[in-house]
C-alpha cells in the first residue's frame, strides 16, 4: 500500500477537499463488531491529535440520525466526512475516498438508514460530503481493532488530516 501511495499526492490526485474548522469529520461503526469500529477509534484519534481543527461526530456518543440533523442545520458546517468500514474486497486497511452516493461501496456499519440517504439529505442542505471507506480485517463480534485496522489509524490515517 506504501508503495501506491503518496498521502499528499493521494489526497491532491483524487481532489478531496481542503478541511479546516468549517469540516465535521464523523465516525461510524460498532464498537462490538472489531474492525466495524474503526471509524469511531479513528475520530478519537484524530481529535487528540488536532484536536480544534476540526468538529467531531461519533456514533459512539450519538445516534446517526441526531447526528446528521445537526450538521444539516448548522451553517458554520460546510463540509462532511464519514470514516466507515467498508467492504471493498481489498487488503485490511486499504481505503477509498467516496464522493458520490452512487458510488458507495457495501457498508458493513449498522445504520438505520442507508449512507447513500444521509450523503443526499446533506447535500439538500448545501454541504459537501465524502466518506473514507476503510477495508476491514475482521468483523466478528468482540470488542477492539484487529492488528492491521490498528496500524492504519497510527501510522497512515491522521495524517490524511493533517
Known amino acids: 500500500m506504501d508503495d501506491q501511495l503518496s498521502w499528499s499526492n493521494r489526497l491532491l490526485d ?16 460498532n464498537v462490538y463488531r472489531n474492525d466495524d469500529a474503526v471509524g469511531i477509534v479513528a475520530v478519537k484519534k484524530i481529535q487528540s491529535k ?12 450519538n445516534d446517526v440520525d441526531s447526528i446528521i440533523l445537526h450538521l444539516a442545520l448548522n451553517d458554520d458546517i460546510k463540509k462532511v466526512i464519514f470514516i466507515d468500514a467498508g467492504e471493498m474486497e481489498g487488503n485490511p486497511g486499504d481505503f477509498q475516498w467516496i464522493k458520490s452516493s452512487s458510488s458507495i461501496v457495501k457498508s458493513v456499519s449498522t445504520h438505520n438508514v442507508a449512507l447513500p440517504v444521509y450523503f443526499e439529505y446533506l447535500k439538500s442542505f448545501g454541504k459537501k ?15 477492539g481493532l484487529s492488528k492491521p485496522i490498528e496500524d492504519f489509524i497510527d501510522k497512515k490515517l491522521v495524517k490524511l488530516f493533517e
Open 14 to 29: 483524487k481532489k478531496v477537499m481542503i478541511m479546516n474548522e468549517d469540516t465535521a469529520i464523523v465516525g461510524l461503526g
Open 50 to 61: 488536532l484536536d480544534d481543527k476540526f468538529q467531531y461526530f461519533s456514533e459512539a456518543e
Open 129 to 143: 460530503v465524502r466518506l473514507l471507506a476503510i477495508q476491514p480485517e475482521i468483523l466478528g463480534y468482540e470488542e
